[in-house]
């Protein structure tokens, strides 16, 4: 096994070549991540004949992520409610209550949350590449984790940024489902791969939510949203979608459903009542999963790195919220699991 920044491909060189370089042939739509081993002609997964994008002739067959037995997918209509944490926090808990192996892949191209989410954003940590070039998760809390954040280059304040078209984000994509071993990064014994691997996706219906229903056999999607009106409605594009692409949905989480009163204790709907998401999901026939409250802990937790769902949680400064004193996602994730992970 070989790291990215070894002799050979200087991480500083790999990145320049394959995020800004114009001259070099690993700066291509077929190889956007730059993999050494992989000529622009060859594509990626490693078959010769990649899967093809262009719908209006023929869909691809559906098929497995290697060393992976089951795909859950967290999804929301729009951007800000909370997907990527919910996605996060699902991973750890179901981990935490079946003790599978679960793993976290991060397909949000331009805006990717797990490095900071699952506290893997520090300077200088980057994948290491197996003998066969494919790409080995880095680990924290117990989770194998991918993202095209690790891969990125950072400005001088830590900040990271993609600014590609359809086709580089689409062989991207491609690469972080087929390209990644999923069976390393254990630290010792050799993992014979996922039991489950949860996918934070982007947020709405466009090109890569749909080429992953298009590639990949998808066990169940989780759709995240909260009680505004004005959110319900791209709920209802996102359970369209799934339906058309034939993946079952597991059902719908509201975030940010109440906020408790520190002093009085009192709760208090700061976005709406979720009247207008029950009738939703009622008209639409799907599953109410559970209500996640407005709280000040759970970001705590997420800007620390560490998520709320790993109990007991590190005693806060006096300034900051007490701890909760339950995972609010736990229930979340026991539905998940027993309705098709069991």
């Given at each position: 096994?070989?790291?990215?920044?070894?002799?050979?491909?200087?991480?500083?060189?790999?990145?320049?070549?394959?995020?800004?370089?114009?001259?070099?042939?690993?700066?291509?739509?077929?190889?956007?991540?730059?993999?050494?081993?992989?000529?622009?002609?060859?594509?990626?997964?490693?078959?010769?004949?990649?899967?093809?994008?262009?719908?209006?002739r023929?869909?691809?067959a559906?098929?497995?992520?290697?060393?992976?037995a089951?795909?859950?997918v967290?999804?929301?209509?729009?951007?800000g409610?909370?997907?990527?944490?919910?996605?996060v926090?699902?991973?750890?808990?179901?981990?935490?209550?079946?003790?599978?192996?679960?793993?976290?892949?991060?397909?949000?191209?331009?805006?990717?949350?797990?490095?900071?989410?699952?506290?893997?954003?520090?300077?200088?940590?980057?994948?290491?590449?197996?003998?066969?070039?494919?790409?080995?998760?880095?680990r924290?809390?117990?989770?194998?984790?991918?993202?095209?954040?690790?891969l990125?280059?950072?400005?001088?304040?830590?900040?990271?940024?993609?600014?590609?078209?359809?086709?580089?984000?689409?062989?991207?994509?491609?690469?972080?489902?087929?390209?990644?071993?999923?069976?390393?990064?254990?630290?010792?014994?050799?993992?014979?791969g996922?039991?489950?691997l949860?996918?934070?996706?982007?947020?709405?219906?466009?090109?890569?939510?749909?080429?992953?229903?298009?590639?990949?056999?998808?066990?169940?999607?989780?759709?995240?949203?909260?009680?505004?009106?004005?959110?319900?409605?791209d709920?209802?594009?996102?359970?369209?979608?799934?339906?058309?692409?034939?993946i079952?949905?597991?059902?719908?989480?509201?975030?940010?459903s109440?906020?408790?009163?520190?002093?009085?204790?009192?709760?208090?709907?700061?976005?709406?009542?979720?009247?207008?998401?029950?009738?939703?999901?009622?008209?639409?026939?799907?599953?109410?999963?559970?209500?996640?409250?407005?709280?000040?802990q759970?970001?705590?937790?997420?800007?620390?790195?560490?998520?709320?769902?790993?109990?007991?949680?590190?005693i806060?400064?006096?300034?900051l919220?007490?701890?909760?004193?339950?995972?609010?996602?736990?229930?979340?994730?026991?539905?998940?699991?027993s309705?098709?992970?069991?």
């Amino acid at each position: 096994m070989k790291k990215l920044c070894d002799t050979r491909f200087p991480r500083a060189l790999f990145l320049r070549k394959t995020f800004f370089g114009t001259s070099s042939t690993w700066q291509s739509h077929r190889n956007p991540l730059g993999l050494p081993g992989h000529p622009p002609e060859a594509g990626l997964p490693r078959t010769g004949s990649p899967p093809r994008l262009n719908i209006s002739r023929s869909l691809p067959a559906k098929r497995d992520i290697p060393h992976v037995a089951k795909v859950l997918v967290v999804a929301s209509g729009k951007g800000g409610v909370g997907k990527s944490t919910l996605a996060v926090n699902l991973a750890v808990s179901i981990k935490n209550l079946s003790k599978l192996n679960v793993g976290l892949l991060d397909l949000d191209i331009f805006g990717p949350s797990v490095p900071k989410l699952m506290g893997l954003e520090q300077e200088g940590l980057s994948p290491e590449l197996t003998d066969q070039n494919a790409l080995v998760p880095l680990r924290n809390h117990g989770i194998g984790c991918m993202s095209i954040g690790f891969l990125m280059p950072t400005n001088g304040s830590g900040e990271t940024m993609v600014a590609w078209r359809g086709m580089m984000v689409m062989k991207a994509v491609q690469q972080l489902l087929f390209d990644v071993d999923w069976r390393g990064g254990g630290g010792g014994a050799q993992p014979a791969g996922l039991d489950l691997l949860v996918i934070d996706m982007p947020p709405g219906t466009g090109d890569v939510p749909l080429s992953l229903g298009q590639l990949v056999n998808i066990h169940g999607a989780v759709i995240v949203t909260t009680p505004q009106d004005i959110a319900l409605i791209d709920v209802t594009k996102g359970v369209n979608m799934f339906r058309k692409l034939d993946i079952p949905i597991i059902g719908s989480v509201l975030n940010m459903s109440t906020f408790v009163c520190p002093s009085c204790g009192t709760a208090h709907e700061v976005f709406g009542p979720a009247t207008s998401f029950e009738k939703l999901l009622a008209t639409q026939g799907v599953r109410l999963l559970g209500q996640l409250p407005l709280a000040p802990q759970i970001a705590h937790a997420s800007d620390a790195g560490r998520p709320i769902s790993l109990l007991p949680h590190i005693i806060p400064p006096s300034s900051l919220p007490a701890p909760l004193d339950h995972n609010p996602f736990e229930h979340i994730a026991n539905k998940c699991r027993s309705i098709h992970f069991p």
